[in-house]
């Protein structure tokens, strides 16, 4: 059972204290896009064996979402951070190469 | 005979005496036995018949590895089957059973299947199961059901109670023996949060037992200093009677405290299950002895040496009066020597190994005891109690060459770390040669959440036999350095233990042993697998462990193969040809030992199994006669049956008084939602598929929303406040989850829109005021202007009513003249019971869910659920309506532009009402001509909502059917559930009061 | 107008703790983004607390104000106070973008009390208790609903929402019988 750090109250919470929200960083595509683009958004999802982020909202906490960059092989937690934003910020990629220096990077 | 000694026994107090009943047998004990101990010092040693043949089985250990003495324990409230009676604590008035027996344990007819044994081999199940199908049907299955199986289950209601708690700690200790206690002490003197956990009552493990010797002193004496220690410092936290259950991801363990097992009865809760929280964990979890495969190794009185060790200086009782020991190694000899001087006659050592020349064997000699090496037992005569033995060369097939009389075998066939909790969350093993055994590979430990070692094994658990304490103090130095603490002045205790010689591997016995004595070799006592049967898998062409453990069901008994796993991958091993590394071994799960359900259930059970949701105004439908109904967690009056009615007659009644007089519902339940901020407007407009961003102040409008795939999730009224406010009302299921659907777009999507939201479902309760004469409810009430043009239809209103500051909102979910008031929760079931008041002379009476369902369904209102399942999209519901044509974007939109949902051929919603009048089946499907691919009728349409209209005396249902609305006036045929159909003309969706006069009033 | 009901109009449980529901309790959520001007000055104005810190509760005697999230405070009051507070919070908020709603009788409100009051607190949410900071507001779950709990004076304060305050109280009253000391 994981352990997530919030990054909003900082309480270290368990996975119980939180919901799960699956792939982060997914664009999204409305009325206009392709039918490509919006079979992307909607269904096609990286699930990978190795470095992965996702989105976890502390539910029963501060209620905020947030992202993780973790294992989904060894559940090595590599960081969480704020939801605002649409790519992994510069240190949690970096702690990536740091520990994976195989990792193939976000795109 | 096994017996109780006359002096002797470190954990009974001879003092206390206490009776307990095996069988129904009254035996005496004393304070401190266990329950095998006490049967061995009553001469019970036959406590058990094995799962498929049904052999005799007798106590072969002394602790959680045992795997045949299983009694059910207590009675009818306070039964609990599959209790091992070596962790049993004996306590006055204790009452055991023996189990899998019929009819009694000396006279079991199941015995039967021993002599069938050839028609049980390995695999018998799948084989059976297979081919031929009537034999498993008719033959074999009633006759093993009948014989096989464990303890019964309870059937009563427990009557203990059971909890949970949150521990936190830095580092956990699983293991009280020494090393344990050892690895304790370094962390606690560092100043970490230390707990260190027992299974047993009692600390100390093994070492008390072996005569070790550690800073000079007895290691009974060191043992009692270091708990000392330990329970006066503030940050350890000591617990006996807790097994370390199972270890998983990012430090999370479960720890199963048996708090009253030993004291039933007295109030406090029987188990209590610890989720632990730790940075580290040190595994001290000791070894188990491993037994010797020979033919009859698994006859009443054969034991592990290390049990009769344990037996007679803990319990003083000694299994037997005339004790062969056989061993593979020098450890063994220590059980000779024990029993000599406790004054038992030990006929012989029988050691495989060709030279016996450590200091134990010296000393066994010394005391006179005869030492036979490079010798094994051919084979054990006796039934239900081992008559004596056959010696013979271990290098040899198993010819003969003395008989040893004796009552009891103590057998040693080396040692294994017990390395579950290094497994449990993905640690590896690696092979160790020297003591045939798997031991923890520290390079490949299992790790935590920064991606170091979670998991220190130590002491015997990590191989380390005879060095436990300066591998403990070694472990726990690397575990406190990589919690950021330091212990580099800590030490190990001087540990005095004589020296051993090598041991050496011996996994059949003898060497040569022909089928016959293989056949009679047992790998796993309760589930009758022997080292034929995991030859005999092997030459099946099962090579893989995890293959031949389910072919041979080795490993798979409630002792999940402690003491028959390295044993039966050593012969799966020898039997392909290859070295045991490279068989591998199965994998390890938690529990380490059984934990009960009650203890995983905690609290969970009775009034607050789960959480019950009740509106303000529930005590007063309880004391009205409510039959309640789950809605999500909330319980809602599905109807309030009077005196000698049934819950239709009553749904009948309170759905015709509220269409002609009034009724009053509790809509407590239904979710609220303050939306507000610059750019609220702008964001229900992406929420809704209507627009609400031009939603006049005062007024109210219906919603719907959608997932972005456009499949209908959601609907409900949305009142606009004031400027930059709008009140969004839920279904009563969806009101958190449509919250969090809100907060996630606010969050992750549209983080720079100035939109705040509230879920203020429970701050109202919400009282519908339905029917003709609802308006003069109000106005009784009074307080408040509540004409047609001070709350129109589809309008709201702040005021008072009786009183009471409400809102007041002109919407109807029935067809009829309706308002739904909301009051401050603290006020709502006075609020509820001054309108019964007010509506007493109008024939005012409350309706349920059922009654609501009914009515809406007259009107063809849909509900969420009913009408939608997660596949239909609002066009499908003839709600285009609600959808705007004009807005760019809304959640759902792209999605419902998708072929497959733009399609013309959907089914679409429809009414139908049956030619006879009669209700149509829930779930029935509308038949179409022909069959599919799989020879199955085909459909076109099912049923989505079906009840009898009270209000019109027959039977309407709304319903999907593929190009619904145009095939008006058309008769089908909907499924019954006798095979049979009923037909049904398609209509209007609407059935009462089509042009909506009766709301608008 | 009728008195205000608490839900379980004050039900109390005497264990190795004690464990009493009070109430009802005025409360407010405030939700506006820390920094936005006129929040510390509503809060003061409604409650007479400094805004608290992140995961903290500043308690004033009666009332308190805790941090709930980054961009939610809960007021708490007397009962009869909260609509004077609004009012305060939409004078000092007025043009900010801000919403302050009363959730007085959203909430259900529990004191355990005891020297071993910590021990129920740690048979239902999954927290170190150990390491709660003196004035920690620690949102979490007790078993399966969500709850909301601070130490304070010879006890803990437990929020819940107030449909599951029976529920809530079968915990808490559960979880301090007799005989069931950690
Ligand atoms: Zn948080």
């Known amino acids: 059972m994981l352990i997530l750090e919030c990054p909003y109250c900082g309480v270290k919470a368990e996975e119980t204290e939180l919901s799960p929200g699956g792939e982060a960083h997914l664009k999204r595509f409305g009325p206009g896009s392709s039918d490509a683009d919006f079979e992307a958004y909607m269904f096609a999802r990286k699930n990978p064996k190795g470095v992965h982020f996702e989105r976890w909202r502390h539910a029963y906490g501060c209620g905020k979402w947030f992202l993780a960059a973790r294992c989904t092989a060894t559940l090595e937690v590599f960081g969480t951070y704020p939801a605002q934003t649409s790519e992994p910020p510069a240190e949690i990629i970096a702690n990536i190469m740091a520990k994976r220096p195989a990792w193939k990077g976000f795109k | 005979m096994s017996t109780r000694l006359k002096s002797g026994g470190r954990l009974i107090d001879r003092s206390a005496s206490l009776e307990f009943t095996f069988n129904g047998k009254r035996l005496k004990g004393y304070a401190g036995d266990t329950l095998a101990a006490a049967l061995l010092a009553n001469d019970q040693m036959l406590v058990g018949r094995s799962f498929k043949y049904h052999r005799p089985r007798g106590i072969v250990a002394s602790g959680a590895e045992e795997p045949n003495a299983l009694v059910n324990l207590g009675s009818g409230a306070r039964l609990e089957p599959n209790q091992r009676a070596t962790t049993t604590e004996v306590f006055d008035g204790l009452q055991a059973t023996s189990q899998n027996h019929w009819p009694s344990l000396e006279h079991d007819v199941g015995v039967l299947n021993n002599y069938a044994a050839r028609f049980l081999p390995a695999g018998f199940y799948y084989k059976t199961f297979i081919h031929p199908r009537a034999a498993w049907k008719h033959v074999f299955e009633p006759i093993i059901r009948q014989s096989a199986g464990l303890g019964r289950a309870p059937k009563d209601r427990d009557a203990d109670r059971y909890e949970q708690a949150y521990g936190f700690a830095d580092l956990l200790v699983a293991g009280g023996g020494i090393a344990g206690l050892q690895a304790a002490l370094v962390a606690a003197r560092a100043g970490a949060r230390v707990w260190i956990v027992e299974q047993t009552a009692v600390w100390g493990g093994r070492a008390p037992v072996d005569g070790d010797v550690i800073d000079g002193m007895p290691a009974a004496t060191w043992v009692d200093a270091a708990v000392t220690e330990l329970a006066s410092l503030p940050n350890v936290t000591l617990r006996v009677r807790t097994m370390a259950a199972g270890v998983y991801d990012h430090g999370y363990v479960l720890l199963d405290e048996k708090v009253a097992d030993h004291t039933p009865g007295d109030g406090r809760p029987k188990h209590r299950l610890w989720r632990m929280r730790v940075g580290r964990i040190i595994n001290a979890t000791g070894a188990i002895e491993r037994p010797l495969s020979f033919a009859g190794n698994d006859i009443p009185g054969v034991m592990l040496a290390s049990a009769v060790r344990d037996y007679v200086v803990n319990w003083a009782v000694s299994p037997g009066d005339r004790t062969v020991v056989v061993t593979n190694n020098d450890d063994g000899y220590r059980t000779a020597i024990t029993l000599k001087e406790a004054g038992m006659d030990v006929p012989c050592v029988i050691d495989a190994r060709v030279r016996a020349d450590g200091a134990l064997p010296a000393r066994a000699r010394g005391l006179g005891i005869r030492v036979e090496t490079g010798r094994g037992i051919a084979k054990v005569k006796g039934g239900k109690r081992v008559e004596g033995i056959e010696m013979c060369l271990q290098a040899g097939e198993g010819a003969a060459s003395s008989f040893i009389a004796c009552d009891a075998v103590a057998m040693s066939g080396g040692w294994s770390p017990v390395v579950h909790l290094w497994s449990h969350c993905g640690g590896k093993l690696t092979w160790d040669d020297a003591h045939a055994f798997f031991r923890p590979d520290a390079t490949r430990p299992p790790i935590t959440h920064d991606g170091s070692a979670m998991v220190y094994a130590a002491g015997a658990a990590n191989g380390a036999l005879h060095e436990a304490l300066a591998d403990a103090t070694h472990r726990a130095k690397i575990a406190l350095q990589s919690l950021g603490m330091t212990a580099e002045t800590a030490t190990a205790p001087a540990h005095d233990l004589p020296e051993e010689s090598p041991m050496e591997a011996v996994w059949i016995m003898p060497q040569g042993a022909p089928i016959a004595l293989k056949a009679k070799m047992w790998l796993d006592y309760q589930n009758d697998v022997k080292v034929s049967d995991v030859q005999l898998a092997a030459r099946e062409g099962y090579e893989s462990v995890e293959h031949t453990k389910r072919y041979t069901t080795l490993g798979m008994a409630t002792d999940q193969g402690k003491l028959s796993n390295i044993n039966g991958l050593a012969v799966l091993a020898g039997s392909l040809n290859t070295e045991i590394p490279l068989v591998g071994t199965t994998t390890f799960r938690p529990p380490y030992t059984p934990v009960t359900l009650g203890a995983l259930a905690g609290e969970a059970r009775g009034e607050i199994f789960q959480p019950l949701r009740k509106t303000p105004m529930h005590d007063w439908h309880e004391k009205n006669g409510a039959y309640f109904e789950p809605v999500g967690y909330w319980r809602r009056p599905y109807c309030f049956p009077r005196a000698g009615e049934t819950h239709e007659q009553a749904v009948h009644r309170e759905v015709l008084n509220t269409r002609s007089n009034v009724g009053l519902l509790d809509a407590s339940t239904l979710g609220k939602i303050i939306v507000k901020g610059p750019d609220a407007g702008r964001f229900l407009d992406m929420l809704y598929t209507g627009v609400m961003s031009t939603l006049p102040i005062g007024k109210c409008r219906y919603g719907l929303m959608c997932n972005e795939q456009g499949f209908l999730s959601d609907d409900g009224v949305v009142a606009r406040i004031d400027e930059d406010t709008w009140l969004c009302h839920t279904t009563s299921g969806g009101a958190d989850r449509i919250h969090g659907w809100m907060e996630d777009w606010l969050q992750c999507e549209w983080w720079d829109w100035q939109v705040f939201t509230a879920n203020v479902t429970e701050q109202y309760a919400q009282v519908a005021v339905v029917g003709p004469k609802a308006r003069k409810v109000l106005e009784k009430l009074g307080g408040m202007d509540v004409s047609k043009e001070a709350v129109p239809f589809m309008g709201w209103a702040d005021g008072t009513l009786g009183g009471f500051p409400v809102r007041v909102y002109r919407i109807s979910f029935s067809g009829e003249l309706s308002y739904e008031i909301a009051v401050p929760a603290s006020h709502g079931a006075a609020f509820w019971a001054a309108c019964v008041a007010a509506g007493a002379e109008f024939g005012a009476m409350p309706y349920g869910t059922e009654g609501l369902h009914v009515m809406r369904a007259e009107k063809g209102f849909i509900m969420i659920g009913d009408e939608t399942d997660g596949t239909v999209i609002p066009q499908d519901l003839g709600l285009d309506w609600a959808i705007s044509k004009k807005k760019a974007d809304f959640l759902g939109k792209r999605g419902q532009e998708r072929s497959f949902l733009a399609s013309a051929d959907r089914w679409k919603l429809v009414g139908f009402e049956t030619l006879d009048g009669s209700v149509i089946a829930d779930g029935a499907y509308i038949i179409d001509a022909g069959v599919n691919a799989n020879n199955q009728r085909k459909v076109q349409g099912r049923v989505t909502s079906t009840y009898h209209s009270p209000t019109l005396g027959r039977g309407i249902a709304m319903g999907l059917l593929r190009h619904g609305p145009v095939r008006m006036g058309e008769v089908v045929e909907f499924t019954k559930l006798d095979g049979s159909t009923v037909k049904a003309k398609v209509v209007n969706a609407v059935f009462y009061d089509k042009d909506g006069e009766k709301q608008n009033v | ?182």
Request: proline fraction near 5%; charge should be negative; hydrophobic fraction near 45%.
């Open chain 3, 1 to 182: 107008m009728s008195d205000p009901v608490s839900p379980l109009s004050g039900a109390r449980y005497d264990g190795f703790a004690t464990v009493r529901e009070i109430g009802p309790l005025g409360m407010i959520t405030l939700r506006a983004k820390t920094g936005t001007p006129g929040l510390e000055a509503s809060v003061m104005a409604a409650t007479g607390c400094e805004m608290p810190a992140v995961r903290h509760v500043v308690v004033n005697g009666a009332n308190a104000a805790g941090w709930m999230s980054p961009d939610e405070t809960l007021l708490v009051l007397p009962y009869a106070d909260v609509a004077g507070a609004l009012s305060k919070i939409a004078d000092a908020m007025k043009g900010q973008h801000h919403l302050a709603v009363d959730v007085s009788d959203a909430r259900a409100v529990f004191r355990v009390e005891g020297a071993k009051a910590d021990q129920v607190i740690r048979k239902l949410s999954p927290v170190d208790v150990d390491l709660l900071q003196p004035g920690e507001l620690r949102r979490s779950r007790a078993a399966q609903v969500a709850a909301a709990f601070w130490a304070d004076e010879g006890g803990f304060t437990v929020v819940c929402f107030r449909s599951v305050a029976a529920y809530m109280f079968g915990l808490l009253s559960t979880s301090a019988r007799p005989g069931a000391e950690l």
